[in-house]
Structures are given as structure tokens and as C-alpha cells.
């Protein structure tokens, strides 16, 4: 058995950082949720339960992986969260009447 700390790391898929996986994920599941239950005048409620749960998600990953953190990934990972906002407010200006 190989007691080498380059083989006990975590492996990621392709050696992607956490941070930026779960600012992926967000993205993904932000704009699909969006364009399905938001697309409309009246938000549907299935759209909140979506982005608590993807929240919820999130509290948990950073939680998991904080030595993942850094002070640059909370810069980007506070900048994603910015520009989902901004985002959202986009998508919902141009909202069609169902």
C-alpha cells in the first residue's frame, strides 16, 4: 500500500474544482428552471421550491468541501451568484403572458 499524499486526494471528474462544478451547476439548473417554471407573468411556485433546494445544495457543498475554498473562489462564487441575480431580472423582462 502507497502512503503517497499525491495519490490520497480527493479526485474530482478531470481534476475540476469543486467551486467551479457547483458554479456550473448552478448555472444549469438556474436557466432550465427559469425557462421552464418562470417563463410566464406568474412565477409558479415550483420555481422557488427549485432554487431552495438548489440553495440548500449549495450550503451543503461548501460546506463539505471548505478547504476547497479559497479567498478568489468565494470571489467567484459571490460573482456567479451576482450575475444569476442579474440574470433572472433579464430573463423575467422579457416574460410572455400564458
Known amino acids: 500500500?502507497?502512503?503517497?499524499?499525491?495519490?490520497?486526494?480527493?479526485?474530482?471528474?478531470?481534476?475540476?474544482?469543486?467551486?467551479?462544478?457547483?458554479?456550473?451547476?448552478?448555472?444549469?439548473?438556474?436557466?432550465?428552471?427559469?425557462?421552464?417554471?418562470?417563463n410566464c407573468t406568474k412565477i409558479s411556485t415550483f420555481y422557488w421550491v427549485v432554487m431552495g433546494a438548489l440553495g440548500v445544495y449549495n450550503f451543503f457543498n461548501i460546506r463539505k468541501y471548505r478547504e476547497d475554498y479559497g479567498k478568489v473562489q468565494v470571489i467567484a462564487y459571490v460573482i456567479s451568484i451576482i450575475v444569476l441575480i442579474a440574470m433572472f431580472f433579464l430573463l423575467r423582462s422579457r416574460a410572455q403572458t400564458c
Open 1 to 38: 500500500m502507497d502512503n503517497n499524499p499525491v495519490f490520497n486526494r480527493r479526485q474530482n471528474h478531470n481534476n475540476t474544482p469543486e467551486s467551479i462544478t457547483l458554479i456550473i451547476t448552478n448555472v444549469i439548473v438556474f436557466i432550465v428552471a427559469t425557462q421552464i417554471f418562470a
